[in-house]
């Protein structure tokens, strides 16, 4: 790469200070919006069943491009977006009635669960679309972002400030913790002895594998191929890989502690609390900002090392609304409305407590607020807050969607196996689904074609309509590889 563009390259997405968060909430509610228009013309009309080349090309029009053109085209105007998705939505609400049925075509034989669920466990569809649509947006962001039609201010933030880009990292890391609540779950439900901690910190290294060696693939390619670096982001040799990679050991550290503090809510915050009080009483703050890069690994690394401890009071936060929304909520006091309720309530009541606390750290809120900025950089307490807040907003609005929609899904009194495949399958877009089953594949091959185009493109001198066509190639490649590895039942979940 020529020296001079690499430089370019770099300026490009350095020095940045994001934008408001009004502006990302209503880009972003654009995911929401296309699933509400998926599942209206699913529940209505039936739009999907069969999936023929039509449905295929309307799921990918209102799951992957709409996401893509609130990012680019219409980054200036994402409201007036979601005005035209929900728009033809309400006029079919209007002009049909619910049909009785849902379950017309029976699943796929090798159908498996969607959102990383065992037998033990309920699917969940809206999970599924959560982590799918969290997949989507990520992939798309990581090539976009090298091009003119992706404003600056949703690329990262140098230090201070909110942008697309840093909330797609956290939210990343808040999923995965969602979840994770699995296998906690399943160790509760099967009332065998638990695993020792050495059992238990042996099988997440496994885990950590192929996540740490990504990452040292990624530091390879970066510095023998002399593609742009911005180095402030994670530091000279992290990336963020290394991250998703040494969450587990760490989390499973923190397990142990489970037993003396049995909330995970309260881990997560005792966790950032004592990050942002060690930022803000001694050097660490300026440490990892401006001090000079020193020849030790922790010095050249610095962003990477602390601010793991944000991203693992995020993963935890993620874990704790696992643990409420995964399990069924049934008994025989509870009915499966009753249980859905109470979920959709405590997304709501969890969002709101994370909103409030968010407004207390980051402004003067009320005259008792911090007043402390956002900074992905860090990923201090605001930036933990404000995932945490977003994700369980996004959780509610989803859950809502299909809670409205595909009652059956939740309201069947234990059906048959081949029942519940099918009602899920009906409420499931099969992209969203196969997103999410290949979820480690997809974003492997998304960091490898983003790396390709940036070696034999110049990103930076082509005009916006000819960023477009390459971005829509490449969210079709992507989109064409998830379908692949599902219809093969090859499942890589993050």
Not at 471 to 487: E, F, H, N, R
Request: aromatic share 10%; charged share 15%.
């Amino acid at each position: 790469m020529d020296s001079d563009y690499k430089s370019r390259k770099e300026a490009f997405v350095s020095n940045l200070t994001g934008g408001s968060i009004h502006e990302i909430n209503a880009v972003t509610l654009v995911a929401p919006a296309s699933v509400f228009l998926w599942s209206v013309l699913q529940s209505r009309l039936s739009f999907f069943m069969p999936y023929g080349p039509a449905a295929l090309i309307t799921d990918f029009l209102v799951n992957v491009l709409a996401i893509l053109f609130a990012t680019t085209f219409y980054s200036s105007a994402p409201w007036l977006l979601n005005i035209l998705l929900i728009s033809p939505a309400v006029l079919i609400l209007l002009n049909s009635r619910p049909r009785r049925t849902t379950t017309k075509a029976k699943p796929p034989q090798t159908a498996a669960p969607q959102d990383g669920s065992d037998a033990s466990l309920p699917i969940h569809p809206f999970l599924t679309i959560y982590r799918a649509a969290m997949m989507i947006i990520t992939c798309i962001a990581i090539l976009a972002v090298d091009f003119r039609v992706f404003p600056r201010r949703f690329a990262k933030a140098e230090n201070w400030g909110t942008s697309l880009m840093d909330l797609g990292v956290g939210s990343f890391v808040f999923s995965g913790g969602v979840v994770s609540a699995r296998s906690v779950l399943k160790s509760r439900e099967s009332g065998s002895p638990s695993k020792t901690m050495t059992q238990r910190f042996t099988s997440s290294i496994r885990h950590s594998i192929p996540l740490l060696i990504l990452g040292l693939i990624r530091l390879y390619s970066v510095k023998n191929l002399d593609y742009a670096e911005h180095v402030t982001e994670y530091g000279v040799h992290w990336n963020f890989f290394f991250t998703l990679g040494f969450l587990p050991p760490f989390v499973e550290i923190f397990e142990g502690l489970a037993t003396l503090i049995p909330s995970y809510e309260v881990l997560s915050l005792a966790v950032a609390v004592l990050y942002q009080v060690a930022l803000e009483s001694t050097d660490l703050k300026s440490y990892i900002l401006v001090s000079s890069r020193g020849a030790d690994l922790l010095s050249k690394n610095r962003e990477g090392v602390f601010s793991f401890l944000g991203y693992l009071a995020i993963f935890l936060a993620g874990r704790a609304t696992g643990i409420r929304i995964i399990p069924s909520g049934t008994s025989s006091s509870t009915t499966a409305q009753q249980a859905r309720k109470r979920v959709l309530i405590s997304l709501g009541v969890q969002s709101l407590g994370c909103i409030a606390l968010f407004a207390l750290n980051s402004t003067y809120f009320l005259g008792y607020g911090a007043n402390i900025p956002v900074s992905r950089r860090l990923a201090n307490m605001p930036y933990v807050l404000w995932v945490a807040a977003f994700n369980n907003a996004q959780l509610f609005l989803f859950c809502l969607i299909e809670t409205l929609f595909f009652s059956p899904v939740h309201k069947a009194s234990a059906p048959g196996k081949n029942e519940a495949a099918a009602r899920t399958a009906f409420a499931t877009s099969p992209i969203m689904k196969a997103f999410n089953r290949g979820g480690l594949a997809v974003f492997l091959i998304a960091n490898l074609l983003t790396g390709a185009v940036n070696l034999t493109v110049p990103t930076l001198d082509v005009n916006d309509a000819q960023a477009m066509i390459i971005l829509i190639g490449y969210a079709a490649v992507i989109t064409g590889v998830a379908l692949g590895l599902d219809k093969a039942n090859i499942k890589l979940s993050l």
